[in-house]
């Protein structure tokens, strides 16, 4: 494979893809649904998504994470197929391409876009980065609720016209314990090479039964809240399209809590990755038809 495709970790780009379907989709049910704020901001999501994979690698490569006996796909920067230089240089350009959307999302809304891209930029240098990163003392899952959740759905129903409503908020909600639990599924999976680099995600703090059972809480707690809040009336109705999937998650949470061989954790977490994204088709569209 490319090493740039590689380092761009195509399957956990579903990440950023989730919270503008359902920020389109909301926009559509109001009737303000634009094209254009769509594409902007689906690449500029994209684009963040890839730079924050791009500094990561570059980030443990540096720290002595990626060492070999870690499960999963290859780092292309502890395995040499770019250099750290190499990958920092794509970082910024993807940081760039997502500035290049921000502009575009600024001159059709407010300035309020400009504060969101920069606080995603900081972020995410920040997550792995720096003299204290973020991503090494348990506050990952934080990070990614409130950016790729909370932020990122509010933000893409915000770009078609300048409204933030509650059900946007509120839906942010499972879309931030979906991809919460990524994170999760990928910490459980590093869970003894990570305790041996010295980066205690929360996985390595909390141990490996724990971190069970949050990515059970997180995936099942999801769809209670996608039901809870459609039946309550506080969201579309038809959002209950996202629990057809449900039955998704079970398999799952089953092999999670039993599994701790490489080709099971990382069927897990691509597993988890693609429902994220079926939930927020579901979301999507139950939010469009009202």
Do not use: C
């Not at 059972?213 to 009336?233: C, D």
């Amino acid at each position: 494979m490319n090493p740039w495709k590689l380092a761009a970790r195509p399957p956990t780009l579903w990440a950023a893809v989730a919270p503008v379907l359902v920020g389109a989709g909301l926009a559509g049910g109001d009737g303000v649904f634009r094209p254009d704020a769509f594409a902007a901001a689906l690449v500029g999501a994209l684009a963040i998504q890839v730079a924050a994979n791009f500094a990561n690698d570059a980030s443990d490569a540096r720290r002595g994470v990626d060492t070999h006996a870690r499960i999963g796909p290859p780092r292309v920067v502890a395995e040499g197929l770019l250099t750290s230089r190499q990958i920092w240089t794509g970082t910024w350009v993807a940081f760039g391409v997502a500035a290049v959307a921000g502009v575009y999302l600024t001159l059709i809304t407010s300035w309020v876009i400009v504060a969101v891209g920069l606080a995603s930029i900081l972020a995410t240098l920040a997550y792995v980065g720096g003299p204290l990163p973020y991503g090494y003392k348990g506050l990952g899952e934080v990070f990614v609720f409130v950016f790729f959740g909370l932020v990122a759905t509010v933000t893409s129903r915000y770009v078609h016209d300048q409204a933030a409503p509650l059900d946007a908020w509120l839906l942010a909600i499972p879309i931030g314990f979906m991809v919460t639990a990524i994170l999760v599924a990928n910490n459980v999976r590093d869970i003894e090479t990570d305790a041996a680099t010295g980066k205690r995600t929360l996985a390595v703090i909390v141990g490996r039964a724990a971190a069970r059972r949050l990515f059970a809480t997180l995936m099942y707690g999801a769809f209670a809240l996608v039901a809870g809040l459609a039946v309550s009336g506080l969201t579309p109705p038809w959002t209950v399209l996202a629990l057809t999937v449900m039955p998704l998650a079970r398999p799952l949470a089953e092999t999670l809590s039993h599994s701790t061989d490489g080709p099971s954790l990382i069927g897990v977490l691509q597993g988890t990755a693609r429902l994220h994204v079926l939930v927020a088709i579901g979301l999507a569209i139950g939010a469009a038809i009202g």
